[in-house]
Nanobody, 117 residues
Framework: QLQLVESGGGTVEPGGQLRLSCAAS????????MSWVRQAPGKGLEWVSI??????IYADSVQGRLTISRDNAKNTLYLQINSLKPEHTAVYYC????????????WGQGTLVTVSS
């Protein structure tokens, strides 16, 4: 019975920063590899990053621009976005492989990031 709730999105001017959060309700949170996925307006889903006990992996398009982290004591996943640009505009989802390894079959409702002047 996993629940994922994203928060922290909003409308931000270019050059600003945001930290997105994903609160998980699950006793097994610390055992799960957690991902961020986003969907820009008019585009398909794009995998952003994944974090596990060994570290993090990022999509080539976002490497060095975003930072994923987690706090297992709080059952919370984070995504730090610095120097926001219009290309960051998207709905950001946290997701994990609940039913099938690597399937990303458990999702939150998403939080919208809009970068605009």
């Amino acid at each position: 019975q996993l629940q994922l709730v994203e928060s922290g999105g909003g409308t931000v001017e270019p050059g600003g920063q945001l930290r997105l959060s994903c609160a998980a309700s699950a006793l097994t949170f610390s055992d799960r590899d957690m991902s961020w996925v986003r969907q820009a307006p008019g585009k398909g889903l794009e995998w952003v990053s994944i974090i596990n006990d060994g570290g993090a992996i990022y999509a080539d398009s976002v490497q060095g621009r975003l930072t994923i982290s987690r706090d297992n004591a709080k059952n919370t996943l984070y995504l730090q976005i610095n120097s926001l640009k219009p290309e960051h505009t998207a709905v950001y989802y946290c997701a994990t492989d609940l039913l099938e390894v690597g399937a990303l079959d458990a999702w939150g409702q998403g939080t919208l990031v809009t970068v605009s002047s």
